[in-house]
């Protein structure tokens, strides 16, 4: 998936992370290696719409931060690579 997000320009950089989650799917307890990936981008609606189409969860959880303050060279790499 971070390969993917990349390559199609819906983020600049991808970190990511094995972890471990317990959680509640239809009534049951679940437990399951997941990745948790961390995406910069400038625009993360657009970043959301690619993961949701490209997820295989029914409801991945998305969510996004926005600084509030950002190096303005990095600021210009999101935008351009």
Do not use: Q
């Amino acid at each position: 998936m971070a390969d993917a997000l990349v390559k199609n320009n819906s983020a600049a950089c991808v970190n990511y992370w094995k972890i471990n989650s317990v959680y509640k799917w239809k009534g049951k307890t679940v437990r399951e290696g997941e990745y948790l990936l961390e995406c910069k981008c400038d625009d993360a609606k657009k970043t959301m719409a690619f993961i949701r189409k490209i997820h295989p969860y029914a409801l991945p959880m998305l969510y996004s931060v926005s600084p509030s303050s950002a190096d303005a060279k990095y600021s210009k790499w999101l935008k351009t690579g």
